[in-house]
């Protein structure tokens, strides 16, 4: 029988997912602005063994929720890139939004961090639930979820063939000759879509990975069908058992019918804790109107069932 293996992956919830949890620790509550809160978190993950550190990403802040909550916050990317050189092999994965920023510039930012990394760096891909952050970016409103989703296709098109723009062999890098780059193995993306017009290649080569590792967490029909056809994670909180095994069937599906291997895309539930499972179940439950929150209190983790 083959060997199986367990992943886990830690959601990092800045002090803690409970609104109070930063009142019971003893450490300085300062303690969640500054970068050494987070490496800590990264190298006990990390000793661990766990696959991956996973940081949301929240473009905006209800005020009502700041009074007694701390929830910095800070931009994924930086924090992820950051974390890059206090660690050695763990999985960085930062959320970026399909919404609120433009396509070449995450391309860049997420392959920046893969180099910087050495080819550790994931992208949570998300069309962002929370509505205040309209306002912050001058858009009038915040669009529905089909509207967003149908973005999000595209911007997930354009991102990689900017990550393609460079051929493997693309860079020369020879000294005698004088060529850095191989200009016929330079593919400029010239793309022209509904929502986005993206026309030039990124200044560096093809990050180590090619292309950083794809997470997704939606689970609507729209969200699966995200999933289906880009993702090679899928963070997921399902009620029970038994919705948690008929929702990854019907991606596995999905993912067959979109032409890749299901074996391709791994899912990763969200474990429950005591505090979750004393109250009555609904779906979506980790979703509210205000904004997104995690499945679990307290760091959530997750695994990745193969096979
Ligand atoms: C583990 C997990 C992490 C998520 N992280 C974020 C996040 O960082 N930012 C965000 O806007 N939404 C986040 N979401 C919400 C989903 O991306 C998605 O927007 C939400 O589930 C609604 O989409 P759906 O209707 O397709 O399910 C997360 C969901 C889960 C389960």
Known sequence: MPERQLHFNVLVMDSGYHESAWRVLEADPRAVLGLGHYAAIARIAERGLLDSLFFADYPGLAEFRVEFMPQPHFDPIDLVSALAPLTTHIGLIATGSTTYSAPWDLARRFASLDFLSKGRAGWNVVTTATAVAAANFGTAAHPDP??????????????????????????????????????????????????????????????????????????????????????????????????????????????????????????????????????????????????????????????????
């Open 146 to 307: 089909a509207a967003r989703y149908a973005r999000a296709d595209e911007y997930v098109d354009v991102v990689q063939r900017v990550w393609d723009g460079w051929e493997d062999e693309a860079l020369v890098a020879s000294r005698e000759s004088g060529v850095w780059a191989d200009r016929s193995r330079l593919h400029p993306p010239g793309f022209h879509g509904e929502h986005f017009d993206v026309a030039g290649i990124l200044p560096f080569p093809r990050s180590p990975q090619g292309h950083p590792i794809l997470a997704q967490a939606g689970s609507s029909p729209a969200g699966i069908a995200l999933a289906a056809k880009y993702a090679d994670v899928v963070f997921t909180a399902q009620p029970n058992v038994d919705e948690g095994v008929s929702f990854r069937r019907e991606l596995r599906a999905q993912v067959s019918a979109s032409g890749r291997s299901p074996d391709a895309l791994h899912v990763r539930p969200a474990s429950r804790s005591s505090w979750d499972r004393r109250r009555p179940r609904r779906r979506n439950a980790g979703t509210s109107s205000k904004g997104w929150r995690a499945p679990s209190s307290g760091g959530a983790t997750s695994c990745t069932c193969r096979g």
